[in-house]
């Protein structure tokens, strides 16, 4: 398996409330992604980084931000959590599509609630 | 707008006999296929690929069949075991233009359930 960590792996939160989620890898990688899973939609792609401190919009940006300061770190921030947010979020990786292709590692997931 | 969808939320299959999950696609710039399998509780795993010069990979019991014309993708299980119950997701890629990568853009998932 991939070296993918996520942290927290549960999280319950009240609305208007800053979260941060993080996702660790051991790979090296230089891609990283974050998802969320919400029933009838799927895996969305949220805010991704393609290097260090480079990062771009996903599919669903609003209410996220991200930063990457280290290959391996990857932190997905809610500034101003609502309920909507209430979901399932996954952290992937990849490197260079000559590389390994177009496969994405992914982790645990964390689940996150708010109230 | 769904650009890959999977029009099955559900199928429910006896061990032994062949699962076929379905996909759609509508953009013709995506080129590389993915189907990904997840149990509760844990990350999607990879499962197996198709580039869009291919029309068929296989892998085991595991087989991809892509109709570019149709744009329509399956994945096929041949024979269906209990262990192969979980939800599985269609993924199509294109390229991200900030680099080397590639962006994944997934249907909603097909939950599979094998019975005895």
């Known amino acids: 398996d991939a070296g993918i960590t996520q942290s927290p792996r549960h999280k319950v939160t009240e609305t208007g409330t800053p979260v941060t989620l993080r996702c660790h890898q051991t790979e090296n990688h230089r891609y990283m992604y974050w998802y969320r899973q919400d029933p009838g939609h799927g895996l969305r792609l949220l805010p991704y980084?393609?290097?260090?401190?480079?990062?771009d919009k996903g599919e669903v940006s609003d209410g996220y931000s991200v930063s990457r300061s280290k290959t391996e770190d990857f932190l997905l921030t809610l500034e101003s959590a609502t309920s909507s947010q209430t979901s399932v979020y996954f952290c992937a990786i990849s490197d260079d599509r000559e590389l390994l292709g177009d496969e994405q590692f992914f982790g645990p997931g964390t689940r996150l609630t708010v109230l | 707008d769904q650009q890959v969808k999977q029009n099955s939320p559900s199928l429910s299959v006896q061990e032994g006999r062949i699962s076929i999950l379905n996909c759609d696609y509508t953009?013709?710039?995506?080129?590389?296929f993915l189907w990904y399998k997840k149990y509760p509780a844990e990350g999607p795993t990879f499962l197996i690929s198709?580039?869009?010069?291919?029309d068929k990979n296989e892998d085991g019991r595991f087989t991809v069949f892509l109709n570019k014309s149709a744009k329509h993708l399956s994945l096929h299980i041949v024979p269906s075991q209990p262990g192969d119950s979980a939800v599985y997701f269609c993924?199509?890629?294109?390229?991200?233009?900030?680099?080397?990568?590639?962006?994944?853009?997934f249907g909603t998932g097909t939950r599979l359930q094998v019975t005895l």
């Open positions: 953009n013709s710039m995506f080129d590389y």
């Open positions: 993924a199509a890629s294109d390229f991200i233009n900030t680099g080397t990568a590639s962006k994944l853009t």
């Open positions: 980084s393609y290097g260090v401190k480079d990062t």
């Open positions: 198709i580039s869009s010069i291919k």
